[in-house]
């Protein structure tokens, strides 16, 4: 059965999950639409989603666990981002959509833009990791991304479609 760890639960995996990287303050919830994509296509995978704010319709794949193991969010995800990135025990799936609510004290998914170039560059420089990359066409600076991704991971597809980069996400846990 399908499973979603959320914000800041800790469960030990012992296969392969995905985890969701992208924005969220400011971002449409583009997450609940990947796991019930995810779930639809693979109905046992494992998927690890910073977004706290459950939906009804995912509220059934919420995994249990061990709560607020971690002092703060970021601790959690830096945990389940290691996870993938350090042991390759995971699949970061980048989702890169335009902003939908505009926030003046913050600047949008600044986190996500750090997080792409971490992963980046270790995967060019120290081992690769599997991860795949989305979006929507219309996030800030996304031409700049694609340039640096041609360069440094020429093998890394740029998919148009959520569908679509769920698809290739599922197809890296083999």
């Known amino acids: 059965m399908a499973r979603a760890i959320i914000p800041k639960i800790w469960v030990p995996l012992d296969k392969p999950f995905i985890y969701l990287a992208g924005p969220i303050r400011g971002a449409p919830n583009w997450q609940d639409e990947a796991i019930v994509k995810l779930v639809n296509m693979d109905p046992n995978v494992t998927i690890v989603s910073p977004r706290r704010d459950v939906r009804p319709a995912i509220e059934p794949y919420i995994a ?9 969010q ?18 970061i799936m980048f989702w890169l959509p335009e902003e939908k609510d505009h926030r003046c004290e913050k600047s949008y998914a600044l986190i996500t833009s750090f997080e792409l170039g971490y992963v980046l560059a270790s995967h060019t420089y120290k081992r690769p990791i599997k991860f795949c990359v989305g979006t929507d066409g219309k996030y ?13 991971a020429p093998r890394v597809p740029i998919h148009n479609t959520l569908e679509t980069t769920c698809q290739q996400a599922l197809s890296l846990m083999k």
Do not use: S
């Open 64 to 72: 249990q666990g061990t709560e607020d193991a971690f002092p703060r």
């Open 140 to 152: 800030p600076e996304f031409k700049v991304i694609d340039f640096d991704l041609e360069v440094d």
């Open 74 to 91: 970021r601790a959690w995800e830096r945990q389940y981002m290691d996870m993938a990135m350090i042991r390759n025990q995971g699949v």
